[in-house]
């Protein structure tokens, strides 16, 4: 991107509600099992709220986290860009509230709704906004509820065992060193595919938009085509990977940390041993937080800097993939 400013992540969060789910947990309201989850996921457990806590809460936690590793007052923020796919309300967006948790006003808020991919699509977004010297500092969030919209019995156990709740997030800044920062990022899409991950109901094409029947046939829940999704993971998440590696001249070898999208344990092992990337050089902890989606990555990012993971000029890679379908990398030079 000629003639833009070079953009920095400076301080990263996490945050996670107290409440820890195992799949013994699990086993109480549906018919699955810790093996069964353990073998096809990887998941060992998960994090969810108590009823009266949204996303934007979650948020809250991780963006105060954040602000305080990038040595900023909130106050300082120009812009606050949030991913989510369980929105905390259906309007007005879980930045609107967010932005007031915090304690801010005027300043511009957004929501992107890019599921999975939802976080890479913000980082793009927010990326522009200090790239182009619009905004100095922005907060870039992913954050999700996903327990309380889960159909808790056995028909809902292919999705429902998969899925935690969590928020990660990250203050962006003009690089003060051209050759470190955000890379580039790599984003599509395929919406013929919407379907096949998706929630019908409610929706604005029916007229009501949420009916006791589409509540009794579960349509209120989140369905998946698991193992078309799988395949489409494991085919689109290299291919973009390959995309954001060619655009910037690097191999596979020259990267130092790599954080995959955490949808399925099974799935980024797949897709490291296509890609040729040393196990030890990729980060996951769905085994202990499920799949967050648009928070996934970010939560692993905060953890990998907090543990001291990354050195200042290390290649970072990120790749997701989602509903939608929507999938995308971004390269970071740390
Ligand atoms: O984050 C956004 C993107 N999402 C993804 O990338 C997820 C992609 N998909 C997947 O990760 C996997 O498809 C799942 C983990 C969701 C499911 O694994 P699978 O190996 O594809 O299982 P399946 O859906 O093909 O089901 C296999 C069997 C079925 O039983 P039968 O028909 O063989 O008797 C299911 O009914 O496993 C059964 N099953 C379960 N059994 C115990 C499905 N869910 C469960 C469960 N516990 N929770």
Not at 33 to 52: C, F, K, L, N, P
Not at 199 to 204: D, K, Y
Request: glycine share 10%; charged share 20%; aromatic share 6%.
């Amino acid at each position: 991107m000629q003639g833009l400013r070079k953009v920095a992540i400076r301080g990263t969060g996490m945050y996670v509600p107290p409440r820890v789910v195992t799949n013994a947990d699990l086993e109480e309201l549906m018919d699955t099992s810790d093996e069964w989850i353990q073998q096809r996921t990887g998941i060992r457990e998960r994090h969810w709220v108590d009823a009266g806590t949204g996303p934007a809460h979650l948020a809250l936690e991780a963006s105060l986290r954040a602000i305080e590793a990038a040595e900023i007052e909130p106050g300082e923020l120009d812009a606050i860009i949030v991913a989510s796919l369980s929105p905390h309300h259906e309007f007005p967006g879980t930045s609107a509230f967010l932005q007031d948790m915090l304690g801010l006003s005027e300043i511009p808020v957004m929501d992107i709704r890019c599921q999975c991919t939802g976080f890479l699509y913000a980082l793009n977004v927010g990326q522009l906004y200090v790239a182009s010297g619009q905004h100095e500092r922005v907060l870039v969030c992913g954050a999700e509820v996903h327990s309380t919209g889960l159909d808790m019995t056995t028909r809902g156990r292919d999705v429902t065992v998969i899925f935690g709740d969590g928020a990660g997030a990250l203050v962006l800044e003009p690089s003060e060193d051209a050759e470190r920062g955000i890379l580039s990022l790599h984003l599509h899409a395929e919406g013929k595919h919407a379907k096949k991950l998706w929630v019908e109901a409610p929706g604005t094409v029916f007229s009501p938009r949420l009916t006791e029947e589409m509540v009794r046939e579960g349509r209120i829940y989140p369905h998946m085509d698991g193992r078309f999704v799988f395949k489409h993971a494991v085919t689109r998440m290299p291919e973009v990977v390959h995309e954001a590696l060619d655009a910037n001249k690097c191999t596979i070898g020259d990267v130092d940390l790599c954080i995959f999208h955490q949808a399925n344990l099974r799935i980024n092992e797949y897709v490291g041993q296509q890609l040729g990337i040393a196990p030890e050089r990729t980060y996951s902890n769905i085994q202990r937080y499920g799949n967050c989606s648009a928070a996934s990555i970010p939560m692993c990012l905060d953890e990998c800097v907090r543990a001291g993971r990354l050195e200042p000029g290390d290649l970072v890679l990120m790749a997701g993939f989602g509903s939608g379908f929507t999938w995308g990398s971004a390269l970071i030079r740390w």
